[in-house]
């Protein structure tokens, strides 16, 4: 099953569409959060039971709002990539 996150990106151009990533996780006294390496851009927060385990994505959108950048990517787990 693949799962999609937004990242904050504090710059332009840092991340295109179609870009293969690697996030990095981090651990807060009760939550997790994840860094697209090498610290290109910062997801939320997320409780441990929202843990994600795939660690390889690919971006699927680059957006500029009022409050910055945003970078979305999709993470498939390894036995659905296999398929």
């Not at 939320?44 to 910055?68: H, Q, S, W």
């Not at 950048?69 to 993470?75: E, G, K, L, P, Q």
Request: hydrophobic content about 35%; proline content about 5%; aromatic content about 10%.
């Amino acid at each position: 099953m693949a799962r999609e996150m937004v990242f904050k990106m504090e710059r332009p151009g840092l991340l295109k569409e179609g870009d293969h990533v690697t996030v990095t996780e981090g651990v807060l006294p009760s939550n997790y959060y994840y860094t697209i390496d090498p610290s290109l851009a910062m997801s939320g927060n997320f409780p441990f039971r929202e843990r994600m385990l795939e660690r390889k994505g690919v971006v699927t959108k680059v957006e500029e709002n009022a409050r910055g950048f945003y970078v979305t990517a999709v993470f498939s787990s390894e036995d659905e990539s296999k398929a």
